[in-house]
């Protein structure tokens, strides 16, 4: 019988001729408190991810407990994704706009990186459906803490 990982694996980042590379990947707050889907979190996350420059981020999706997003490296070789992603916690905790009692992140998180252009759109409009899954709200744009900081086209 398999046992369920208790940590995700990280694969490296694969390089195949001149394809994109776009990771997607989920974050989650510790202890899984609902503190991601308000104005001044989602405030504080864009500019953290603006000032942490090795990745570009593409389209996300907060949740009350979790986030997801898309992401590729700003340079060949991509620098390693676990210091990026460890950087932008990092300063939007320190910059979080509410008191907490507790760490904001979990330690780890989940990447997947996109092998095809229609995986890559078919994980988007899966994640898009995200609040409306979870009954958050009943269309998705109503949901107001999604959205894209820079444009992750495909290229084949």
């Given at each position: 019988?398999?046992r369920p990982r208790k940590?995700?694996?990280?694969?490296?980042?694969?390089?195949r001729n001149n394809?994109?590379?776009?990771?997607?990947?989920?974050?989650?707050?510790?202890f899984?408190?609902?503190?991601?889907?308000?104005?001044?979190?989602?405030?504080?996350?864009?500019?953290?991810?603006?000032v942490a420059?090795?990745y570009?981020?593409?389209?996300?999706?907060?949740?009350?407990?979790?986030l997801h997003?898309?992401c590729?490296?700003?340079?060949?070789?991509?620098?390693p994704?676990?210091k990026w992603?460890?950087?932008?916690?990092?300063?939007?905790?320190s910059?979080?706009p509410?008191?907490?009692?507790?760490k904001?992140?979990?330690r780890d998180?989940?990447?997947?990186?996109?092998?095809s252009?229609?995986?890559?759109?078919?994980?988007w409009?899966?994640?898009?459906?995200?609040p409306?899954?979870?009954g958050?709200v009943?269309?998705t744009?109503?949901?107001?803490?999604k959205g894209?900081?820079e444009c992750?086209?495909?290229h084949?």
């Amino acid at each position: 019988m398999l046992r369920p990982r208790k940590h995700p694996t990280h694969q490296p980042i694969r390089y195949r001729n001149n394809r994109s590379i776009i990771l997607h990947i989920t974050v989650c707050a510790k202890f899984r408190f609902h503190i991601l889907d308000n104005d001044p979190a989602h405030n504080c996350l864009i500019e953290s991810w603006k000032v942490a420059t090795s990745y570009r981020v593409g389209q996300y999706v907060l949740m009350p407990d979790h986030l997801h997003l898309f992401c590729s490296p700003n340079s060949y070789p991509a620098p390693p994704l676990s210091k990026w992603i460890s950087f932008w916690k990092s300063i939007s905790a320190s910059n979080w706009p509410l008191k907490l009692n507790h760490k904001l992140w979990l330690r780890d998180y989940w990447d997947t990186q996109m092998r095809s252009r229609e995986q890559y759109r078919d994980k988007w409009s899966y994640i898009l459906l995200n609040p409306v899954r979870a009954g958050l709200v009943d269309d998705t744009t109503k949901w107001k803490y999604k959205g894209i900081i820079e444009c992750l086209e495909w290229h084949d």
